[in-house]
């Protein structure tokens, strides 16, 4: 539906006003008036005003579906204020439990000072070394007597 412009609706207006000022009461001594012209006036103010009122009529429905709109975004921006205030608690409940983490989690230094598979295996060696250089000591010691 094409809405009228404002222009439009004032051009309306001053033609309502300019035939109101036609139809006011004049003194007349003598009238003579001519049925036709007399009917096509009021044909043509019956038609203004009808197309006015139409015209008003598809306003208010579109006021309606703006306020209807203003109220579904006014419901839409609080849901959104909702979302927004919960991702904000779980976003500060994610910081807090990486911030234990972090307090928890060893540092390049503790990592550094950690025996590696390699320093595993050498001790290991190491330890069977010691092992068999024990075990030929105990060999080498005199037996208790009665044994």
Do not use: C
Request: proline residues 3%; aromatic residues 2%; without cysteine.
């Amino acid at each position: 539906m094409n809405q009228p412009t404002r222009d439009e609706i004032e051009e309306l207006k001053r033609r309502v006003a300019r035939l109101e000022r036609q139809t006011e009461p004049i003194q007349i001594t003598r009238l003579e008036i001519e049925s036709g012209s007399l009917y096509r006036k009021l044909d043509d103010v019956q038609e203004i005003t009808n197309s006015v009122e139409t015209k008003i009529d598809g306003m208010r429905g579109d006021v309606f579906k703006i306020r209807e709109s203003q109220a579904d975004l006014r419901d839409q921006g609080q849901a959104i204020k909702d979302n927004q205030d919960t991702h904000t608690e779980i976003l500060g409940q994610l910081m807090n439990f990486g911030e234990r983490i972090e307090a928890t989690m060893a540092t390049k230094s503790d990592i550094k000072n950690m025996a590696t598979k390699d320093d595993m295996s050498e001790l290991e060696t190491r330890f069977s070394r010691m092992e068999a250089i024990m075990m030929q000591i105990l060999d080498r010691l005199p037996q208790p007597e009665g044994e």
